[in-house]
């Protein structure tokens, strides 16, 4: 590998994160963070070769208020509301197209970020 490239063409960050019970906020981990990463490297099985592509949990992303959250770098990619159901298509869009999903992202007028 050329040191001039970068280690993963994609890294899918996974919020799996969960709040102590009873907290004021919902967090992603309770609304199955994890099966979402197991779900996205089942998908990820068989990607070609040549692209080098990883997923994994990830801590708090603070839009938890969205839904179950997922990040794809280096594109500054995020989606909200992500379901199981969802994987195949980010991963067949994105990932495999580059074609983020646009239905499910994280717009600046959809949050308090602007």
């Known amino acids: 590998m050329n040191t001039e490239e970068p280690v993963y063409h994609k890294h899918i960050f996974v919020c799996t994160n969960q709040r ?3 907290a004021a906020r919902l967090s992603c981990g309770e609304a199955h963070g994890l099966e979402l990463v197991s779900a996205f490297k089942e998908h ?3 990607k070609p070769a ?3 592509v990883r997923a994994q949990k990830a801590g ?3 839009i938890c208020d969205f ?8 594109d500054g990619v995020f989606y909200v ?3 199981p159901e969802d994987v195949p ?3 067949h869009e994105h990932i495999l197209n580059n074609r983020p999903v646009q239905r499910l ?3 600046r007028s959809s949050t308090k970020l602007q």
């Open 20 to 22: 102590k019970e009873g």
């Open 44 to 46: 990820l099985k068989n």
């Open 50 to 52: 040549e692209l080098r």
């Open 60 to 62: 708090c992303l603070d």
């Open 67 to 74: 839904g179950p959250t997922v990040a794809v770098y280096p």
């Open 81 to 83: 509301n992500v379901q």
């Open 89 to 91: 298509e980010i991963v």
């Open 105 to 107: 992202l994280l717009t």
